[in-house]
């Protein structure tokens, strides 16, 4: 679904078009944790269809999302603090789900009876270099896609192909990248994709690791394309 939303959204032309795709953006949206995500890219090609400019429309967004945040601070906390275990997974410090942490936060009992946003701002106050490491791991197991405890030859492989992917990757981004309304659709999806593996942890399986996964192998076979033009 998530392909089949950014294969419609990027070929919108005006607004009835956001409007007409719209059922299948929000199914997307409802029907898994991640497509929830999809919101960001389907603001910024609204703001495409109006010729704003990217400077524009990062100023924009700023202030959308500290709108947002705002508004539904209250709500975001219930979910995290009250629904969730995300406090017992931010203490311990957790980069997989299911799978206990050699590495444990030391934050002042006060700051673990408020909201969210002073939990994070006492941990990366009080416990810096270890919220570094811990996000370190976070983005080392989720973009390798591995996990301590598959097999050695499934590590292996994972590690030589995901990382010859994101090198690849890499060297369009900063290379070979049009520039185009289309690419900045989708930059936007893994930018907040990423965002979101900071605050969050990775799956136990690896799985969500599955919607970012065609975007990184389109980008990098540009690259070796036209790496291959060139030399």
Same mark, same amino acid.
């Given at each position: 679904?998530? *392909?089949?939303?950014?294969?419609?959204? !990027? +070929?919108?032309?005006?607004?009835?078009?956001?409007?007409?795709?719209?059922p299948?953006?929000?199914?997307?949206?409802?029907?898994?944790?991640?497509?929830?995500?999809? *919101?960001? %890219?389907? *603001?910024?090609? !609204?703001?495409?269809?109006? +010729?704003?400019?990217?400077?524009?429309? @990062?100023?924009?967004? &700023?202030?959308?999302?500290?709108?947002?945040?705002?508004?539904?601070?209250? #709500? =975001?906390?219930?979910?995290? =603090?009250?629904? +969730?275990?995300?406090?017992?997974?931010?203490?311990?410090g #957790?980069?997989?789900?299911?799978? #206990?942490?050699?590495?444990?936060?030391?934050?002042?009992?006060?700051?673990? #009876?408020?909201?969210?946003l002073? *939990?994070i701002?006492?941990?990366?106050?009080?416990?810096?270099?270890?919220?570094?490491?811990?996000?370190?791991?976070? @983005? /080392?197991?989720?973009?390798?896609? $591995?996990?301590?405890?598959?097999?050695?030859?499934?590590? @292996?492989?994972?590690?030589? =192909?995901?990382?010859?992917?994101? =090198?690849?990757?890499? $060297?369009?981004?900063?290379?070979?990248?049009?520039?185009?309304?289309?690419?900045?659709? $989708? /930059?936007?999806?893994?930018?907040?994709?990423?965002?979101?593996?900071?605050? &969050?942890?990775?799956?136990?399986?690896?799985r969500f690791?599955? %919607?970012?996964? %065609?975007?990184?192998?389109?980008?990098?076979?540009?690259?070796?394309?036209?790496?291959?033009?060139?030399?």
């Amino acid at each position: 679904m998530l *392909i089949i939303s950014f294969y419609l959204l !990027i +070929n919108t032309k005006n607004f009835r078009d956001i409007f007409f795709f719209a059922p299948i953006f929000i199914l997307t949206i409802c029907c898994r944790p991640h497509g929830i995500l999809l *919101i960001l %890219p389907i *603001i910024v090609a !609204i703001l495409f269809i109006y +010729n704003f400019k990217i400077k524009k429309i @990062f100023i924009i967004l &700023t202030i959308i999302f500290l709108v947002a945040f705002v508004i539904f601070f209250n #709500q =975001i906390n219930t979910i995290l =603090i009250d629904y +969730n275990e995300w406090i017992k997974y931010f203490i311990n410090g #957790q980069y997989i789900a299911e799978v #206990q942490s050699n590495i444990n936060l030391n934050i002042n009992l006060e700051c673990l #009876q408020e909201n969210f946003l002073r *939990i994070i701002v006492c941990g990366i106050y009080e416990e810096p270099m270890k919220l570094l490491k811990i996000n370190f791991f976070k @983005f /080392y197991y989720f973009f390798f896609n $591995i996990r301590p405890y598959w097999t050695d030859i499934h590590i @292996f492989l994972n590690l030589v =192909i995901n990382s010859t992917i994101l =090198i690849f990757f890499i $060297i369009y981004i900063f290379l070979y990248r049009a520039k185009s309304h289309n690419e900045y659709i $989708i /930059y936007s999806f893994l930018a907040v994709y990423c965002l979101s593996i900071i605050v &969050t942890w990775n799956d136990y399986d690896g799985r969500f690791f599955n %919607p970012i996964y %065609p975007f990184l192998c389109i980008f990098s076979s540009k690259a070796v394309v036209s790496l291959y033009h060139k030399y």
